[in-house]
């Protein structure tokens, strides 16, 4: 898996594990805010609620998406890795030599 494919994966992790907290977020918000009364406020509510319980189902449709990716790409890395272990074990090696240099500057 390339480099800009793995720091891909990871954005769209962290997306929606942030979209998940901002939900929670709003459903707190909207909670806390149940006791407020008028015409205003309960429509306003009841959009909310729509909009939250739709960007809910978006962010699972993602979140399948995102993880059917991850599965794919870790049997493509296994596959690889199979195939051609010693350009991997070199892969490995020289990534580990390259960090060991850059840690060790510091």
């Given at each position: 898996?390339?480099?800009?494919?793995?720091s891909s994966v990871f954005d769209q992790q962290?997306?929606?594990s942030d979209m998940k907290s901002a939900i929670a977020d709003a459903e707190d918000?909207?909670?806390?805010?149940a006791d407020q009364v008028g015409d205003k406020i309960a429509s306003m509510r009841a959009r909310i609620q729509d909009r939250l319980?739709?960007?809910?189902?978006?962010?699972?449709?993602?979140?399948?998406?995102?993880?059917?990716?991850?599965?794919a790409a870790a049997r493509a890395t296994d596959a690889y890795v199979h195939e051609s272990p010693w350009t991997a074990i070199g892969i490995a090696?020289?990534?580990?030599?390259v960090l060991g240099v850059i840690?060790?500057?510091?």
């Open positions: 898996m390339s480099e800009s494919s793995t962290q997306l929606v918000m909207l909670h806390a805010t319980k739709g960007a809910r189902e978006r962010l699972a449709d993602a979140e399948a998406i995102l993880i059917t990716k991850t599965r090696a020289s990534l580990g030599l840690l060790g500057r510091r």
